[in-house]
């Protein structure tokens, strides 16, 4: 083992490797985001907007649900617990385009989005029955 010790985070003093200079004939364009191809970018679209359509089918069957019954709070507690999911999922998904998140764990914004859809199939389930 050597006798230096390293930060965890690694150093402040790292810089970036430099960028070549465009060729001629080459765009100089940075590209944002961490999808590579358009298809995994659709694909990503694809399944938010299929998290968006299952929270707020939820969202409604809570707040109709504890409109009507008796202990309706607990309702809007479920409601509440899948908001802070969407939270989580949001902050994810922040991190993935400032790419704070490698390319390389993208595959955790899809673990998230299939734990909110799975909490919100165990609301709808708990709310319905």
């Known amino acids: 083992m050597s006798s230096e010790k390293s930060p965890i985070f690694g150093s402040a003093e790292e810089t970036p490797a430099p960028v070549p200079a465009a060729e ?6 940075i ?11 659709y694909t990503l679209y694809g399944f938010i907007g299929a998290i968006i359509l299952m929270v707020v089918v939820t969202l409604i069957i809570c707040i109709v ?11 809007f507690l479920l409601a509440i617990s899948l ?16 790419s704070d998140l490698k390319k390389e764990r993208a595959w955790f914004v899809y673990f998230m989005g299939v734990c909110t859809i799975v909490e919100a199939l165990f609301v709808d389930i708990v709310i319905i029955s």
Not at 24 to 29: C, I, T
Not at 83 to 98: C, H
């Open 65 to 75: 649900f504890g409109l009507k019954r008796d202990q309706g709070f607990l309702y």
């Open 83 to 98: 908001l802070g999911f969407i939270f989580v999922e949001l902050m994810v998904l922040k991190m993935v385009r400032n």
């Open 31 to 41: 590209y944002h985001g961490t999808l590579e191809s358009k298809s995994s970018k």
């Open 24 to 29: 001629e004939g080459q765009s100089s364009a």
